[in-house]
């Protein structure tokens, strides 16, 4: 038996956790740069407001029903995922961390001290909302994508309380029905639409296809869907996950630069990021992607990248803040209204299997690296940081609606007041 755990529009829900007075109001969570809706509450849900859309064009509607407006608080939500996932893997013998907000369980020699699914649902559902405060919808099937299909029918489907259980054909047959193909795992907008033109309008309707006609006429990964819509699991997760071959660190600014201090400033933040990712993998590169671009809209659009090679492998962040500072001038240029730069490794090997080079010194500072790491870890990000990070605050993302990152900044900790 498999599971999904997904927690109910978890930014909003998130933004609730430490803030009971908005709990039982509506609330709505924006995108990078206060772009765009991305997270909607279910409270919020029942006032129609739009997703996905800019937060201009909905700005007074949101107004006129008094909605919480937050910016996205990407530190309270990582750590919220961390502890949530926590709690999540004392149900099962096998976890799979989907996304940030959704947990696969698989139930093998595991036996739940509840015989009852249902029960064993909503006792996950109970532990979760007692050591986070956080919903969650539970939904259980024989495969992952009957799992990930009770959840959907535990979350918005009538006739469920958060948990549905798929153990039955009858159970099959019902939640299937209810279902449209589009809402189906791995489903996008352009494929259901082509399905819904072959008359297979539902998931049910999928269900009852041929797999390996679905393979002629689309790929091996709709007929899989279509077998484990039935029972028969195709669907495998590594024991261990592979390392990531590329890391990147990118993102638009909050507003349009021209300086190159400030432009030079962000390309050094990204290169730490990206470096501290590589330890974390523990990888090295040699190859450093770095780019800066403006506005695709404007007049003059302009947009340079290059690939810098570095003498040896490296995660080091004061090497690679030497390489942006050594090729900046490439890439800067006058009068342009720079809106976007990154930084990405490119071809990454592992620290354990490298071979020195004897006539090339190696820059790599290990014990600088690991203290720093180990204050940041301890204090909090940025305790600890490279000068040229902290040149300018201008290239940050806008959040005028960020609330306090309560968990991850000694600052914003929750105060208690009692009065006797």
């Given at each position: 038996?498999?599971?999904?755990?997904d927690a109910?529009?978890?930014?909003?829900?998130?933004?609730?956790?430490?803030?009971p007075a908005?709990?039982?109001?509506?609330?709505?969570?924006?995108?990078?740069?206060?772009g765009?809706?991305?997270?909607?509450?279910?409270?919020?849900?029942?006032?129609?407001?739009?997703?996905?859309q800019?937060?201009f064009?909905?700005?007074?509607?949101?107004?006129?029903?008094?909605?919480?407006?937050r910016?996205?608080?990407?530190?309270?939500?990582?750590?919220?995922?961390?502890?949530?996932?926590?709690?999540?893997s004392?149900?099962?013998d096998?976890?799979?961390?989907y996304?940030?907000?959704?947990?696969?369980?698989?139930?093998?020699?595991?036996?739940?001290?509840?015989?009852?699914?249902?029960?064993?649902?909503?006792l996950?559902?109970?532990t979760?909302?007692?050591?986070?405060?956080?919903?969650?919808?539970?939904?259980?099937?024989?495969?992952?994508?009957?799992?990930?299909?009770?959840?959907h029918a535990?979350k918005?489907l009538?006739?469920?309380?958060?948990?549905?259980?798929?153990?039955?054909?009858?159970?099959?047959?019902?939640?299937?029905a209810a279902?449209d193909?589009?809402?189906?795992?791995?489903?996008?907008?352009r494929?259901?639409?082509?399905?819904?033109q072959?008359h297979?309008?539902?998931?049910?309707?999928?269900?009852?296809q041929?797999?390996?006609?679905?393979?002629r006429?689309?790929?091996?990964?709709?007929?899989?869907?279509?077998?484990e819509?039935?029972?028969?699991?195709c669907l495998?997760?590594?024991?261990?996950?592979?390392?990531?071959?590329?890391?990147f660190?990118?993102?638009?600014?909050g507003?349009?630069?021209?300086?190159?201090t400030?432009?030079?400033t962000?390309?050094?933040?990204?290169?730490t990021?990206?470096?501290?990712?590589?330890?974390?993998?523990?990888?090295?590169t040699?190859?450093?992607?770095?780019f800066?671009?403006?506005?695709?809209?404007?007049?003059?659009?302009?947009?340079?990248?290059?690939v810098?090679?570095l003498?040896?492998?490296?995660?080091d962040?004061?090497v690679?803040?030497?390489?942006?500072?050594?090729?900046?001038?490439?890439?800067?240029?006058?009068?342009?209204r720079?809106?976007k730069?990154?930084?990405?490794?490119?071809e990454?090997?592992?620290?354990?299997?490298?071979?020195?080079?004897?006539f090339?010194p190696?820059?790599?500072?290990?014990?600088?690296?690991?203290?720093?790491?180990?204050?940041?870890?301890?204090?909090g990000?940025?305790?600890l940081?490279?000068?040229?990070?902290?040149?300018?605050?201008?290239?940050?993302?806008?959040?005028?609606?960020?609330s306090?990152?309560?968990?991850?900044?000694?600052?914003h900790?929750?105060?208690?007041?009692c009065?006797?």
């Open positions: 038996m498999y599971a999904l755990v109910v529009a978890f930014y909003a829900s998130a933004e609730k956790v430490f803030d908005i709990r039982s109001k509506p609330v709505v969570v924006l995108t990078n740069n206060d765009c809706v991305c997270a909607i509450c279910p409270i919020a849900r029942r006032l129609n407001i739009p997703k996905f800019p937060y064009k909905v700005k007074h509607l949101l107004a006129k029903h008094k909605v919480v407006v910016s996205s608080n990407y530190e309270l939500y990582a750590d919220l995922s961390d502890r949530m996932m926590n709690v999540i004392r149900f099962c096998k976890q799979y961390i996304s940030i907000d959704e947990s696969f369980l698989h139930f093998t020699g595991f036996t739940p001290l509840i015989n009852d699914w249902h029960q064993y649902g909503h996950i559902r109970r979760v909302w007692r050591e986070t405060k956080l919903p969650v919808g539970v939904g259980f099937g024989s495969t992952p994508t009957l799992a990930k299909a009770a959840n535990a918005k009538k006739g469920f309380n958060g948990v549905a259980v798929i153990d039955s054909e009858q159970a099959r047959l019902r939640i299937l279902m193909v589009a809402d189906i795992w791995g489903v996008g907008k494929l259901a639409k082509k399905l819904k072959l297979i309008n539902s998931a049910l309707d999928l269900a009852k041929d797999p390996l006609q679905m393979k006429l689309f790929n091996v990964v709709l007929a899989r869907t279509v077998d819509l039935n029972g028969r699991t495998e997760w590594d024991e261990v996950r592979q390392d990531k071959r590329e890391i660190s990118t993102r638009s600014f507003e349009r630069l021209t300086d190159p400030v432009l030079k962000a390309l050094i933040n990204h290169c990021i990206v470096a501290r990712k590589l330890r974390l993998q523990r990888s090295l040699k190859r450093l992607l770095l800066v671009a403006s506005s695709p809209h404007e007049l003059n659009a302009y947009k340079k990248s290059l810098y090679e003498p040896t492998s490296s995660a962040s004061c690679f803040a030497n390489a942006i500072s050594e090729v900046f001038a490439q890439l800067y240029q006058q009068n342009v720079f809106y730069c990154g930084v990405g490794a490119l990454l090997s592992s620290q354990q299997f490298q071979q020195s080079d004897l090339t190696n820059k790599n500072n290990i014990k600088l690296m690991k203290c720093l790491d180990s204050v940041n870890a301890r204090y990000s940025n305790t940081a490279l000068a040229s990070q902290q040149q300018s605050q201008a290239w940050h993302m806008k959040r005028e609606f960020l306090p990152q309560y968990t991850t900044r000694w600052l900790l929750p105060k208690i007041s009065n006797l």
